[in-house]
């Protein structure tokens, strides 16, 4: 990360070559660097000889659909994967259909590698960064160092959609509030895969306090409804029309995944086994049991409102990178199966905590590049991969201490991420709310409530000066430059 914050150089004669060209056309080289890790990446995908088999089962979904098969009766691939989605991504796999096995992969690494740079694009966007180099050179310099990460080695290794779910997400939420399609992504990503349908929780949270407040403040209820619940709204529409939609194409197919198949939750595979990343799957590897049973369920109750307590609070201070952060971290840590691709969310959470220790100085510096350091090894060592672990073979229920600590990486560093964001929003408990309030996204009639810069100084104007203005919303993150685009 440090890369994409260097100071203007020294030399004013630029008379060091790589200096000059680095100055001079920064998104050439970032995009040169990108292209050589990418064709690493590639190269060291198919040496390993990867299978893309989660590519095939979806395959699989969409001729079950063009035969007019049971979607929930087939079985795909030799190691006889059922297809545990929504009916409406089986409507959405079918183009995979006409595509022949070797082309099928091909234009998926690449269009998961192309899904990796925009995440990391709209991650910077969220936390808006960066304030010196173009925001594309920023984001395929990051990409260059991040397609390593486990989460997203695995995801490309297995040919899944986890990518296209966050990009969808992130695309909601750097857009501005008040925009008509805003909420649209989370209610697709949430057709596709029940998970992201937590974000739309957030947002109807976060817009039921800010209404709340309104009303309390002796505003009317027109002027309390606000852009959260309106976005909220767009995401549950949009959401139910994907269910509408699969209703009407495979009445059967959807009947019986809403009343029978969402209920299932061991159908995907044994709770315990070390791919699992969940809170459940780290709870029955300490127990040595295939079900923690009401075990699990007061946890993973206790971590669904605490972090959605912080997910909100942090977006009603106008947090919205640490809002997001904290959500992610929440539904994958209580979902009953989290499986290591799924945590492509680090891609955000270590942007973030890149972004916020290049923000610092001082001890404070050290500190925040520390953590950053540490959840980057978290999410980059494979570590959860060092332990015994066989499928069918119940291996992990016999693990000891340090073995548990190893297949339990990234839940820990999900509550490591939760820890984050509660002290973050306890360092600032004592800001000014007027300040506060200028860094959230404010409905149109509270005008004494509209963005007039940011506490962090002139230097995150970087995109422009706010718009001018009783109707104009603050920064809806940590920076002007993500309400504004």
Known sequence: MTALELQQPTDPGGTHPGTGLLRRHPTLVAAVACLASF??????????????????????EGFTVRNGGSL????????????????????????????????????????????LVAVVHLSLRLAGRPRRLPRPAAALAVS??????????????????????TALV????????????AGVGIGLAAGLKLTPALFAVLLALAGAVRAGQLLRSGAGARTAWNPWLRQAAVATATFLATVLLSALALPRDAHRFWTEIVFATDRVGEVEITANQSLRGALARLLHTHDPGT???????????????????????????????????????????SWSHHWVWCVPMLVLLGSEALHRTGAATCRRWAA???????????????????????????????????????????????????????????????????????????ARMAG??????????????????????????SAQAVAKE
């Open 39 to 60: 064709t690493a990446f590639w190269t060291a995908q198919r040496l390993a000889h990867v299978t893309m088999i989660d590519l095939m089962v979806y395959r699989a």
């Open 144 to 165: 260059a160092l991040l397609v390593w990460c486990e989460p997203v080695w695995t995801t490309v290794r297995y040919g899944q959609i986890n990518l296209l779910l």
């Open 372 to 446: 950053t350091a540490v959840l980057g090894l978290m999410f980059c060592s494979f570590a959860l991969w060092w332990v015994p672990h066989r499928w069918h073979h119940h291996q992990e229920l016999h693990q000891n201490g340090a073995q548990m600590l190893l297949s339990g990486v990234y839940p820990l560093a999900g509550l490591a991420v939760l820890t984050l964001t509660g002290l973050r929003l306890w360092r600032t408990a004592g800001a000014d709310p007027r300040r506060a309030a200028e860094r959230s996204p404010a409905p149109p009639l509270t």
């Open 72 to 115: 929930y009766d087939m079985a795909a691939t030799s190691a006889h994967l059922p297809n545990t989605y929504p009916p409406f991504a089986a409507l959405l796999f079918t183009p995979l259909t006409v595509l022949d096995v070797p082309a099928m992969r091909t234009l998926a690494t690449a269009g998961n590698l192309l899904l």
């Open 295 to 337: 075990v699990w369920v007061v946890a993973a109750g206790l971590t669904a409102a605490g972090g959605l307590a912080l997910a909100v609070g942090a977006l009603l201070r106008g947090e919205r990178a640490w809002a997001a952060v904290a959500c992610a971290a929440t539904a994958l840590l209580i979902s009953p199966i």
């Open 452 to 477: 007039r810069g940011s506490p962090d100084g002139p230097s995150v104007k970087k995109g422009g000066p706010a718009a001018p203005g009783p109707a104009a919303p603050g920064p809806a993150g």
């Open 170 to 181: 992130l695309w909601d939420l750097t857009r501005k509030d008040t925009h008509r399609l």
